[in-house]
């Protein structure tokens, strides 16, 4: 069957420098993705996108990276703050603008 | 702009009672969806709807979930009986439409625990 699914179920990063977030998938014929942040105790909150058609795409201080050779999608925030702990998600979007998502990890940020 | 609303935030029942719960989309976004999201998981769509009508119900457990959207607005998940592995966060989340194009708007979510 199809899954989206991330290789860290936890990252713990010191407060200023720089994480990265992976997410492996297994449909080849998936053509967007999307990160998604959750706090706890909120919904999904959309970050980023990429369509298929992209290796790279950037917004501010997360940057997007798609390998479509190994199905493999990578999520970095610059400068990691600790508002930035939460959990990510990446998702695949499938016709009718169904969410297909992955486990998750946990971002944990050290002062 | 106010986001999804839902209520209530928190529920805790006994396995094999009756629960419900409810949806407030964003104002006019005809695109509503229910997730189901166990502990440790990402959440998983249950339903779709567009205006009242539904697009994909495939995940739904139709022997104990039920969901309606009479008026195309408001929305309500029923669970009936629960059962313990019933106990997840239930999103709801809605978008202006279906197309891809459209960024899906998540409410807080409802925690169920089922004892």
């Known amino acids: 069957g199809e899954s989206v699914g991330l290789h860290l179920p936890t990252l713990s990063v010191q407060e200023g420098d720089n994480s990265i977030i992976n997410c492996a998938y297994s449909?080849?014929?998936?053509?967007?993705f999307i990160w998604y942040k959750q706090e706890s105790g909120k919904g999904p909150q959309f970050i980023i996108d990429?369509?298929?058609?992209?290796d790279k795409r950037q917004g501010q201080r997360v940057t997007v990276l798609l390998n479509k050779t190994v199905k493999h999608l990578s999520l970095q925030i610059a400068a990691t703050q600790p508002g930035d702990s939460a959990v990510y998600f990446c998702?695949?979007?499938?016709?009718?603008?169904?969410?297909?998502f992955g486990a998750g990890t946990i971002l944990r940020v050290k002062s | 702009e106010a986001g999804v609303a839902q209520s209530p935030r928190y529920k805790i029942i006994e396995k094999r009672q009756s629960v419900a719960f409810w949806c407030n989309p964003i104002?006019?976004?005809?695109?509503l969806y229910w997730y189901q999201q166990i502990l440790g998981q990402g959440p998983k769509l249950l339903i779709q709807?567009?205006?009242?009508?539904?697009?994909?119900d495939s995940q739904l457990p139709k022997d104990r979930f039920s969901a309606e959207r009479l008026k195309g607005v408001d929305s309500t998940l029923k669970i009936q009986p629960a059962k313990l592995e019933d106990s997840a966060v239930y999103l709801c989340?809605?978008?202006?439409?279906?197309?891809?194009?459209?960024?899906?708007?998540f409410g807080p979510g409802t925690r169920l625990t089922v004892t």
């Open positions: 989340a809605s978008s202006p439409a279906p197309g891809s194009n459209y960024e899906q708007y």
């Open positions: 449909n080849s014929a998936s053509d967007y």
């Open positions: 990429i369509r298929s058609n992209m």
């Open positions: 998702a695949e979007k499938k016709y009718g603008n169904k969410l297909v």
């Open positions: 104002s006019g976004h005809a695109t």
């Open positions: 709807f567009q205006n009242n009508g539904v697009v994909d």
